[in-house]
Nanobody, 122 residues
Framework: DVQLQASGGGLVQAGGSLRLSCQAY????????IGWFRQAPEKGREMVSC????????HYSDSVRGRFIISSDNAKNSVYLQMNSLKPEDTAVYSC???????????????WGRGTQVTVSS
């Protein structure tokens, strides 16, 4: 059963960058959709990006497209989220999740890692 560990969060000034990592243990990402989600205080969970999504491609939410880049390293069983030009509204707990290929909505993902806090100061 795959275990996920997200890391790389922290405090950064607006305009700065962070790279989040999602490491898989006890299994690999092969054949799965991997998603990054975030949840800000008093807000719902938002999908930020996914790799190997329903059409086999990567996708980004409108709020991060052009600023965030998702990538994977199969040899390291890791997925990354490079976050550039960060804004205060990007402040949230970021979590990675794995689901059957084609997963899109949060409820379709079967395994979740513990989130990592990202705080962007203005």
């Amino acid at each position: 059963d795959v275990q996920l560990q997200a890391s790389g969060g922290g405090l950064v000034q607006a305009g700065g960058s962070l790279r989040l990592s999602c490491q898989a243990y006890d299994d690999t990402f092969d054949g799965y959709t991997i998603g990054w989600f975030r949840q800000a205080p008093e807000k719902g969970r938002e999908m930020v990006s996914c790799i190997n999504c329903a059409d086999g491609k990567t996708h980004y939410s409108d709020s991060v497209r052009g600023r965030f880049i998702i990538s994977s390293d199969n040899a390291k069983n890791s997925v990354y989220l490079q976050m550039n030009s960060l804004k205060p509204e990007d402040t949230a707990v970021y979590s990675c999740a794995v689901g059957p290929q084609g997963s899109w909505f949060a409820h379709e993902y079967s395994h979740w890692g513990r989130g990592t806090q990202v705080t962007v100061s203005s």
